[in-house]
C-alpha cells in the first residue's frame, strides 16, 4: 500500500520558483508528485530522491514533452498556469532550460495587470473605509473590522508584489519568493474570507435580536 501525502498548495505562477523549491525539498525525502489542484498537492512516497522543476504552462505540445522525457523528466501535473515535472525513475534529469528573458518579460506584464487590481481593490476599501468612519464608524463594528482587514490586505499584498515586480525588473529574470511570505498571503487571505463571512452574517442576522 503506498504511503500517501497531503500538502496544501498555495502557488500561483508568480510564485513558480518557490514552488519548485518547495517541490524539491519534499522530492530529497522520497515524496513524489501525483496530483495537484487549486489549493492541494498529492504525493505518494517512492523511497529514493525526487527531483522537480516547473515551468510556465506550455500547453500540449507534444515535442516539447518528448524533450522533457529526452531530458530525464515527466509531466507530473498541471495548475494555475504552471507545468509541474518530476525526474523519472532511476533517470538524472538534465536541468530544463527555458527562455528566461521570455519568462521574465511574460511575468511583468502579468504582474502589471495583478498590481493595478491589487491598488484598485486597496483603494476601493480605503475609500469604504473613510465613508463608513465619517458616518458612524466604531457604532458599526463589523463592518469596520472587515474593511480594516480587507484594507490590510490587500495593501500588504500590493506592497509585496510590487517590491518583487521591480526586483523581479531589475534582475530581468524571475526570483524565488519568500516561502514565507507566499504562505502568509494564502491564509491571510482565506482567514479573512471566513472573517468577512462570519462579520457578515452578523450584520445580516443582528436586527432579528433588537
Known amino acids: 500500500m503506498k504511503r500517501t501525502l497531503w500538502k496544501l498548495f498555495p502557488f500561483t505562477a508568480i510564485d513558480s520558483k518557490a514552488a519548485e523549491a518547495w517541490l524539491n525539498r519534499l522530492g530529497e525525502q522520497g515524496w513524489r508528485l501525483g496530483s495537484a489542484g487549486l489549493y492541494t498537492a498529492r504525493f505518494w512516497q517512492t523511497g529514493e530522491p525526487v527531483s522537480y522543476a516547473v515551468t510556465p504552462e506550455q500547453g500540449r505540445r507534444e515535442d516539447f514533452l518528448v524533450l522533457c522525457r529526452d531530458a530525464g523528466w515527466e509531466l507530473a501535473a498541471r495548475s494555475r498556469k504552471m507545468e509541474l515535472y518530476a525526474s523519472r525513475a532511476g533517470a538524472r534529469p538534465i536541468p530544463l532550460e527555458t527562455d528566461q528573458a521570455l519568462e521574465c518579460r511574460s511575468f511583468l506584464r502579468r504582474g502589471i495587470r495583478w498590481l493595478a487590481l491589487e491598488a484598485a481593490l486597496t ?51 524571475l526570483l524565488p519568493r519568500s516561502m514565507a ?30
Open 123 to 173: 483603494l476601493m476599501f480605503l475609500l469604504n473605509l473613510r465613508q463608513l468612519l465619517g458616518t458612524g464608524g466604531p457604532t458599526d463594528w463589523p463592518a469596520l473590522v472587515l474593511w480594516l482587514g480587507e484594507l490590510a490586505l490587500w495593501g500588504g499584498c500590493l506592497a509585496g508584489d510590487g517590491i518583487y515586480w521591480l526586483r523581479v525588473r531589475r534582475a530581468g529574470e
Open 181 to 210: 511570505g507566499v504562505w502568509l498571503r494564502w491564509w491571510a487571505a482565506w482567514a479573512l474570507v471566513l472573517l468577512g463571512a462570519g462579520l457578515l452574517a452578523v450584520m445580516w442576522l443582528r436586527p432579528a435580536y433588537l
